[in-house]
């Protein structure tokens, strides 16, 4: 394809952009106020940060678990939507509610009784007792307080999840920013105990969060249930849970491997930062503010991504498969774009970002080097992102689990190991290393959606 037919017209960057963007808020906002939740932690001091960086970390298997569940039967969803069957997106509904909430209570339970082990996992590097003690204790005090959350959490991804596959980003926007305005009230008030309450540190920013989450969750079931109108598949959703098996059946196979899928791959980020703190407790709070400027600064190429699935889901559920090859290839250049733009910003603010916090001349250091690298690699990261989408939006999950878990788990997990145990080499090089492996991955998503393999309807 050459560069001129690559390009969209100002019709199709419209469209892409009319769904993109409420996502791009959406984001950007959670993970601006991430950012200031990092801050004021990092105020408390460096074990604050460090151990609720661990909780974050352990709890971001449980984010990846629920986005796999939503996003295997969100791919029939977008495609219902596409047809234009009402009641398969009602039962695409349905069948999130229950896997998520089942998802929700079991995790619940294992991060309770298993939280003490869990956070002693990353505290094996070079550190005091001490600090070692400290941050075990806040990151499972803040895990306690979070699993409260979990449930909630669960129910919004299945609210938010759907609305968005059928193409309304705008609502779920509005919810997060409702939780965020919570949230960073709650923050304020609970972690340095403003308003005469107590000052509560971490625990008041987990406190906080469990009470955003519940205000979200709470504006998504009053606009959906308000407006059928522009929701159909609510009428009725909810007078009984009954599905055909042999839809279920369809819905738990696609979901299975993309829930394996997250969950292996959040396991492999969870060892990975953990052979980073096998060098010292410092890498733990660097890695932290890494991160979290990584969030904010990816907002444009995740969201653009992300739209790749619905948009050309959508495509496919109405039987335009030449459309929906073509929309993929130009929505995976735009998401390219938005990650080069990104990845200059991050490596600009490397030396500026992390003066914001209370930390260590080491750890601000290290803090500089790694988001410079971070920024280097994020253009690899936006087109395997991109193509991840452009894979799965076809139905093969199993392909999709393959391509994004197989390479986390053959050549990720296996480098950053053997570097951190059997060599001498630092964080900054390790981290490079590791990600620089990312353009194996480019040249094997390129591969695979210039076959075409992945573009199938699968709702016919």
């Known amino acids: 394809m050459s560069i001129k037919n690559r390009l969209g017209t100002k019709s199709f960057y419209k469209m892409v952009l009319a769904i993109t963007i409420p996502m791009i808020v959406q984001n950007g906002l959670t993970n601006f106020v991430s950012l200031l939740d990092n801050l004021m932690i990092g105020r408390v001091g460096t074990n604050a940060i460090s151990g609720v960086a661990i909780a974050n970390q352990l709890m971001f298997v449980f984010w990846l678990l629920m986005f796999g569940a939503t996003a295997g039967v969100g791919i029939f969803t977008a495609q219902y939507y596409g047809k234009g069957d009402v009641k398969g997106v009602r039962d695409t509904f349905r069948f999130k509610l229950i896997a998520n909430v089942a998802l929700a ?22 550190g005091t007792p001490e600090d070692a003690a400290q941050t075990l204790e806040i990151g499972v005090s803040y895990i306690n307080i979070i699993i ?44 340095y105990g403003l308003c005469g309450l107590p000052a509560m540190g971490a625990d008041g920013a987990a406190i906080a969060t469990v009470i955003s989450r519940y205000v979200e969750l709470l504006v998504l079931m009053i606009y959906t249930g308000t407006h059928s109108e522009k929701n159909p598949f609510i009428v009725g959703a909810f007078r009984s849970f009954r599905m055909p098996l042999s839809l279920v059946s369809q819905f738990v196979l696609k979901s299975l491997p993309l829930m394996a899928n997250e969950s292996l791959w959040a396991l492999g980020m969870t060892i990975l930062n953990q052979c980073y703190s096998y060098r010292s407790l410092d890498a733990v ?22 739209a790749v699935g619905i948009v050309v889901g959508q495509k496919l559920g109405s039987g335009d498969i030449d459309t929906a090859k073509d929309y993929a290839v130009k929505m995976r250049d735009l998401t390219v774009f938005f990650g080069v733009v990104c990845g200059i910003i991050m490596m600009f603010l490397s030396p500026l970002f992390p003066k914001l916090y209370n930390i260590t001349d080491e750890v601000s250091a290290l803090s500089t080097t790694l988001i410079f690298i971070s920024g280097i690699v994020m253009p690899l990261m936006a087109f395997t992102h991109a193509s991840y989408f452009i894979i799965r939006s076809g139905g093969n999950t199993f392909i999709t689990l393959v391509f994004d878990c197989g390479y986390t788990w053959l050549i990720v997990v296996p480098l950053a190991y053997c570097l951190s145990r059997y060599t001498g080499v630092s964080v900054p090089i390790m981290m490079f290393s590791v990600q620089l492996a990312e353009i194996i991955k480019c040249i094997i998503g390129e591969i695979m959606v210039r076959s075409g393999i992945w573009a199938k309807n699968i709702v016919k």
């Open 285 to 306: 709070a660097a890695v932290n503010i890494e991160t979290t400027l990584w969030n904010l600064l990816t907002v444009a190429f995740i969201a653009t991504g992300e």
């Open 148 to 191: 409260v959350s979990l449930v909630p959490i669960a129910l919004s991804y299945a609210y938010a999840g759907t609305l968005k596959d059928t193409g309304n980003t705008k609502v779920p926007m509005i919810a997060t920013m409702a939780a965020i305005l919570v949230n960073l009230v709650g923050n304020a008030i609970l972690i």
């Open 105 to 126: 209570v079991v995790s619940g339970v294992v991060y309770y009784l298993m939280a003490p082990t869990l956070v002693s996992l990353f505290l094996e590097g070079d």
